[in-house]
């Protein structure tokens, strides 16, 4: 089972899920725990291979949606019927795929650095890394994505927390996780057909030219969607901008009268 934390502090209230980035772990949450603790239960997941989740559990051709049965069974395993879920960047991309597989489980679903589809220049980063994934250090990749992905220096804190944690992995998770990648853009797009009425809330930086434009873009075909853009932050806002993350999501959350 995946490692996980948790934080019960009533139970009366609902309980928030949160879904760490690749390369990341359920400790990128720093600025949203004592905030989150004061109106919801919060439980943080080290997905597959990261933090302290036990190292090479794949099979062949896992996908994403084994990657969701994992976070199911660890909801399973402590009695939770439903949640709401938060992620940043591939950790939305985990919980696209529980709305889509366990829509029952899903009380709604917040979607910071989302990642929906892939423009030219994400293409380009990840052919790039699938040719030299296994031939050249993956920290060395790793530092140079993250440069990309988060290139300013008020993105530094961001750059750092994701270099750190990523230093936990191994190359044989990092190819694995990069291997997910070689058919994302068909799966992505299948994820957006239909929330299946699950409350959705997009929130992005301002600065994530990656990922934000294909966002915007399906917003405005999806009015049922929601969408807050942050300024002076790039793709991993909830660090970059924490009390506006913070402020933002449990605001959209409480407005669902749960």
């Given at each position: 089972m995946l490692h996980y934390r948790l934080y019960e502090t009533d139970p009366s209230y609902s309980w928030v899920t949160f879904i760490h980035?690749?390369?990341?772990?359920?400790?990128?949450?720093?600025?949203?725990?004592?905030?989150y603790k004061n109106h919801f239960n919060i439980l943080c997941i080290d997905l597959r291979g990261h933090g302290k989740s036990k190292k090479d559990t794949w099979k062949k051709n896992d996908t994403f949606i084994q990657v969701a049965e994992d976070v199911i069974k660890v909801?399973?395993?402590?009695?939770?019927?439903?949640?709401?879920?938060?992620?940043?960047?591939?950790?939305?991309?985990?919980?696209?795929t529980l709305a889509q597989e366990y829509?029952?489980?899903?009380?709604?679903?917040?979607?910071?650095?989302?990642?929906?589809?892939?423009?030219?220049?994400?293409?380009?980063?990840?052919?790039?890394?699938?040719?030299?994934k296994?031939?050249?250090?993956?920290?060395?990749?790793?530092?140079?994505f993250a440069t990309i992905i988060m290139p300013y220096s008020h993105h530094k804190e961001s750059r750092i927390v994701f270099i750190q944690q990523a230093k936990k992995m191994c190359q044989k998770e990092f190819v694995r996780w990069f291997s997910l990648t070689k058919s994302i853009n068909?799966?992505?797009?299948?994820?957006?057909?239909?929330?299946?009425?699950?409350?959705?809330?997009?929130?992005?930086?301002?600065?994530?030219?990656?990922?934000?434009?294909?966002?915007?873009?399906l917003v405005s075909r999806q009015p049922e969607l929601?969408?807050?853009?942050?300024?002076?932050?790039?793709?991993?806002?909830n660090i970059d901008q924490p009390q506006k993350f913070n402020k933002a999501?449990?605001?959209f959350i409480q407005s669902l009268n749960y």
């Amino acid at each position: 089972m995946l490692h996980y934390r948790l934080y019960e502090t009533d139970p009366s209230y609902s309980w928030v899920t949160f879904i760490h980035g690749a390369g990341g772990s359920s400790s990128i949450w720093y600025k949203q725990i004592k905030e989150y603790k004061n109106h919801f239960n919060i439980l943080c997941i080290d997905l597959r291979g990261h933090g302290k989740s036990k190292k090479d559990t794949w099979k062949k051709n896992d996908t994403f949606i084994q990657v969701a049965e994992d976070v199911i069974k660890v909801l399973d395993h402590l009695n939770i019927s439903s949640s709401h879920f938060v992620g940043i960047s591939l950790g939305t991309i985990v919980i696209q795929t529980l709305a889509q597989e366990y829509p029952n489980r899903v009380l709604s679903t917040i979607l910071g650095g989302a990642v929906i589809k892939l423009n030219i220049r994400a293409k380009f980063l990840l052919t790039v890394g699938r040719l030299f994934k296994s031939i050249i250090p993956y920290m060395w990749l790793y530092k140079l994505f993250a440069t990309i992905i988060m290139p300013y220096s008020h993105h530094k804190e961001s750059r750092i927390v994701f270099i750190q944690q990523a230093k936990k992995m191994c190359q044989k998770e990092f190819v694995r996780w990069f291997s997910l990648t070689k058919s994302i853009n068909p799966f992505l797009k299948n994820l957006q057909l239909n929330v299946k009425g699950i409350p959705t809330l997009f929130i992005m930086g301002e600065e994530d030219y990656l990922f934000l434009a294909p966002v915007k873009e399906l917003v405005s075909r999806q009015p049922e969607l929601h969408l807050i853009t942050l300024k002076n932050s790039g793709h991993v806002c909830n660090i970059d901008q924490p009390q506006k993350f913070n402020k933002a999501t449990i605001q959209f959350i409480q407005s669902l009268n749960y």
